[in-house]
């Protein structure tokens, strides 16, 4: 045997007790139905992703720049389409997801479980929690009010109690739906199956009847016009960056796809377990560390099989539904939301919601009401998604790193993972709850989302190192792709220094130099149906 031909016995686990072995279980027959029945994974992280970047900070962009950045989110979805495959290789392999992986490698646990927390602490924030129950909350008042271009105001007394009704009721909601279907993984699917769908048939709806040619052409060419900038505008780099990271999934929810891969059953992981649903999941149990497999003939066809797969779920499900989502948003944003709108003004957060669906409900004279609400509560499904979304993948990432980690192994029975995940989910929800008396900053959506795209560019950099690391060389991956972690992790780099270098610029600056800097460059123009709008003539405005 050669250096070259190491097999999966003669490899270092690192800081965690070595993997079982077994042979690689059979993968469903590559046939329209035996796909159809296995796919699942995509579906769950598209599900997410259309909430963040597709719905909230995609029109962002697209309303203050038209499509002309679109292009940035064509790079990220590809880049994040390496990184989801190569998340999915490690775990396929192991049945272990890369977390676990990232706990394996030398300092240690404790040193990875600190370093990954801080940089998820973003996700403590439940931004959309408070999104959701806006939305839901005007597409109810609208339908029982008649008013069209209703938005419900969580600080009007006469609409709080409706907002911290829905509020507090999608919450439990999300509790209820991850309880139940014998695996979280289960009941998480088709709740996500059922959104997506719902989803993308009523934006397809609305834009090939309401949405003109021109802006057809505006947007697409948008995806295409590689490294073009609007030089007449003024650059938000927080508001690029965050775009730039949450188009697709974004931060550590690209390499939440093992766990999940791992929950349905794919390759080694059928060997390893789920975590277990608090309801109806007796006979279901999870392993505190994964399986190998010799690459011998057999194994390796095998191999293969899973890996066309991957490709069906990640390729046509994941990146084709990420740019669609991407797409119709843009479309409805160009169309219908004046141009320059400041989305990141206070306040303007759900305007932009309301503009569009007050705009396709003027397209309906007979029905302004009913589109009205349709078009609310499509943004509902969307954002509900996210939110549900959020609550699993941070859910599910702490409950694997403390399974794998040492809680697993400390005589507590497999079974017991169901009681650090059923924590982790309460513990969140409790405090989603405190946080909706506080104030809910857009900022705070951009400050996470500038803050994913470093998390993004670690998470490319460890999951290439654990692959070449923790893999036998007949299941690592081709330099190409690795070549193409290493693009990743640099435009994530690039595109979060572009953020942060003003903001670090201003504070080494001297107090004088400070004080003279100009806070804005730009003025707003008046008020074009109560949304803040950039004036297209730029001007400084210096503090007296």
């Known amino acids: ?124 924030w439940p931004t959309f929690a408070a999104a959701v129950a806006t939305l839901l909350a005007s597409a109810c008042l609208s339908a029982i009010t008649g008013h069209v271009g209703y938005l419900a105001d969580a600080q009007n007394p006469r609409d709080h109690a409706v907002y911290l009704g829905f509020a507090y009721g999608m919450m439990v909601l999300c509790v209820v739906l991850v309880s139940f279907g014998g695996k979280v993984y289960n009941a998480l699917q088709k709740a996500m199956y059922f959104m997506v769908v719902w989803i993308l048939a009523y934006l397809v709806f609305v834009a090939l009847f309401l949405v003109s040619p021109q802006t057809w052409g505006q947007v697409l060419r948008g995806f295409v016009q590689i490294g073009h900038i609007p030089r007449d505008q003024e650059l938000n780099w927080a508001l690029i960056a965050g775009f730039a990271a949450f188009a697709g999934a974004g931060g550590l929810s690209n390499a939440t796809i093992g766990n999940y891969l791992r929950d349905k059953g794919w390759g080694m992981g059928q060997l390893v377990g789920a975590i277990p649903s608090a309801v109806g999941s007796q006979s279901i149990t999870l392993s505190p560390v994964g399986a190998r497999f010799l690459p011998t003939p057999e194994n390796l066809r095998r191999w293969a099989g899973w890996w066309k797969i991957v490709f069906v779920d990640q390729v046509v499900v994941w990146t084709l539904g990420c740019f669609l989502g991407m797409l119709l948003p843009a479309l409805l944003t160009v169309q219908f939301v004046p141009p320059g709108m400041d989305f990141t003004a206070a306040g303007n957060q759900m305007k932009l919601a309301a503009i569009q669906a007050s705009a396709i409900a003027a397209a309906f004279p007979q029905a302004q009401v009913t589109f009205y609400v349709l078009t609310m509560l499509c943004g509902f499904w969307i954002l509900f998604s996210t939110q549900l979304g959020v609550l699993d993948h941070f859910s599910r990432r702490w409950t694997d790193i403390l399974w794998t980690a040492g809680m697993g192994r400390d005589g507590t029975k497999g079974g017991g993972v169901k009681r650090i995940y059923y924590g982790i989910v309460l513990l969140y929800t409790v405090w989603g709850a405190i946080c909706l008396h506080l104030k809910q900053p857009v900022a705070m959506l951009l400050i996470t989302s500038v803050t ?10 460890h999951t290439g190192y654990i692959n070449r690391r923790f893999l036998p060389a007949a299941l690592r991956p081709p330099l190409w792709r690795e070549a193409l972690l290493l693009v990743c992790a640099l435009f994530y780099v690039v595109t979060t220094s572009l953020a942060v270098a003003p903001r670090v610029r201003s504070l080494l600056a001297p107090p004088t130099a400070r004080a003279c800097a100009p806070l804005r460059y730009h003025v707003t123009a008046p008020n074009v149906a109560g949304v803040t709008v950039a004036s297209p003539t730029p001007s400084w405005n210096v503090p007296s």
Do not use: H
């Open 1 to 124: 045997m050669t250096a070259k031909q190491t097999t999966a016995a003669e490899i270092d686990p690192g800081c965690l007790p070595a993997w079982q072995t077994g042979d690689l279980p059979e993968p469903p027959p590559f046939t329209a139905r035996g796909v159809l029945q296995a796919i699942g994974p995509g579906v769950i992280i598209l599900g997410f992703s259309i909430g963040t970047g597709e719905w909230l900070l995609g029109p962002a962009v697209t309303a203050r720049y038209g499509g002309a950045l679109l292009w940035l989110a064509t790079i990220a979805i590809l880049l994040q389409l390496v990184l989801n495959w190569e998340c999915a290789r490690y775990s396929l392999a192991t049945g272990e997801p890369v977390f676990t992986a990232y706990m394996r490698c030398r300092p240690g646990p404790r040193f990875w479980g600190v370093f990954y927390f801080i940089l998820d602490a973003g996700l403590l």
């Open 452 to 461: 994913q795209g470093f998390a993004m560019a670690v998470c490319a950099l």
